[in-house]
């Protein structure tokens, strides 16, 4: 049984298109978040959604959608790619807000703009 | 051997000695840390965590040890093995607010 369980794990696109990263958590959590890691293994937050209200939005370009139709899932949709959103994105979750404690990650989803 | 948590310097010990990774915290009011470990293709995964009122914790071949004073963290593994090779990050939280991760150290188990 895969606790956060994203896809696709991978994913390759043109720049211009518009893609969605799917996400789900079958752990009960209440939080869920989207993370994004660059080339260098840097991990940084992007939104975070406690019980389908968004509660974190960290400087992410508004090309970058959220949308968690229930608590259990939270998927990322991403307008008008660019080379610069080449980066492996994680899905996380956690009990409660704030992330005061450990997080669940997904496996990670490539996306690979060309 | 030593390495410092900084654009994901790399770390290469020998199978069965201990390794020590190091990690520099900036926010003097987190209260609670935490250790990740990453493998090639695969999502962090929770190694050990430490709350602020404790300096040392010990988990099965695995020691996160906590100096508030200088804001340093670091995670000792005993005997490293193959399956140790990995990114670990260290990540560290504020009370209520996000979960911060530090930029990783790549561990590197020579057999």
């Known amino acids: 049984d895969t606790a956060v369980s994203q896809t696709p794990k991978y994913l390759v696109t043109q720049m211009g298109n518009d893609k969605s990263i799917k996400c789900e958590q079958n752990?009960?959590?209440?939080?869920m978040y989207w993370y994004k890691q660059d080339s260098k293994k840097f991990l940084k937050i992007m939104f975070s959604?406690?019980?389908?209200?968004?509660?974190i939005n960290e400087t992410v370009p508004n090309r970058f959608s959220p949308k968690s139709p229930d608590k259990a899932h939270l998927n990322l949709h991403i307008n008008s790619l660019e080379l610069g959103d080449s980066a492996v994105y994680f899905c996380?979750?956690?009990?409660?807000?704030?992330?005061?404690?450990?997080?669940?990650f997904g496996e990670g989803s490539r996306l690979t703009v060309l | 051997g030593e390495s410092v948590g900084l654009h994901l310097p790399t770390l290469s010990v020998q199978e069965g000695d201990n390794s020590i990774i190091n990690c520099a915290y900036s926010n003097s009011a987190s209260d609670y840390f935490i250790w990740y470990k990453q493998e090639s293709g695969k999502g962090p995964q929770f190694i050990i965590d430490i709350r602020s009122n404790m300096d040392k914790r010990q988990g099965q071949r695995v020691t996160v040890l906590l100096n508030k004073t200088v804001k340093h963290l670091s995670l000792q593994i005993a005997a490293t093995q193959p399956g140790d090779s990995a990114v670990y990050f260290c990540a560290e939280n504020e009370a209520g607010n996000m979960l911060t991760f530090g930029g990783g150290t790549r561990l590197m188990v020579k057999p």
């Open positions: 752990l009960g959590h209440d939080t």
């Open positions: 959604y406690n019980n389908k209200e968004l509660i």
């Open positions: 996380a979750s956690s009990y409660g807000t704030g992330a005061a404690g450990e997080l669940f």
